[in-house]
């Protein structure tokens, strides 16, 4: 008897910082364990987007461009770590403005049955700004969020 796994989609989002790459391993297991697929998510927010016209005044708007490339090449490295391990996997970039509603639309949008993100268990304003973010993803998902703290992991 073949039992339907209950998260079929695992959404990873991913803000580029070595803290919400240590949730990896536990998405990792959760997929193996259900047969599930893991989406890597980053919310592209280049601070030059802001300055494009100067930049291309400037002659370097191709720094988006290698700042884009670097991100999905920084993403691709993961999936194909997830894929060695036989885990379905894949990358996505999303272009835009709030990151929390990017997240949530994509989620929505694409069927994912759980999310899991770090908390970067700092103090301060870094924990009231990703705090703040994961907080916000969970009021809006209707979906299950897991936060994983990972400096307060036993390892």
Not at 22 to 43: F, K, Q, T, W, Y
Not at 58 to 63: K, P, V
Not at 119 to 136: D, E, I
Request: proline share 3%; hydrophobic share 40%.
């Amino acid at each position: 008897m073949t039992r339907q796994s209950r998260y079929r989609k695992i959404a990873v989002p991913l803000d580029g910082s070595g803290w919400a790459q240590r949730v990896i391993p536990d998405a990792r297991d959760i997929a193996r364990m259900n047969g599930s697929e893991i989406i890597l998510v980053h919310v592209f927010r280049s601070a030059a987007r802001e300055y494009v016209d100067q930049l291309a005044l400037a002659g370097q708007e191709g720094q988006i461009d290698a700042e884009r490339a670097e991100i999905e090449q920084h993403l691709n490295g993961i999936k194909r770590e997830l894929e060695m391990e036989q885990i379905k996997a894949r990358a996505v970039i999303l272009e835009g403005g709030g990151v929390v509603e990017a997240i949530c639309d994509f989620c929505q949008q694409e069927g994912v049955d759980l999310i899991i993100m770090s908390t970067h268990g700092h103090t301060g304003l870094r924990q009231l700004l990703f705090g703040s973010v994961a907080r916000k993803l969970m009021e809006c998902s209707p979906i299950p969020v897991m936060l994983i703290q990972p400096d307060k992991q036993s390892g």
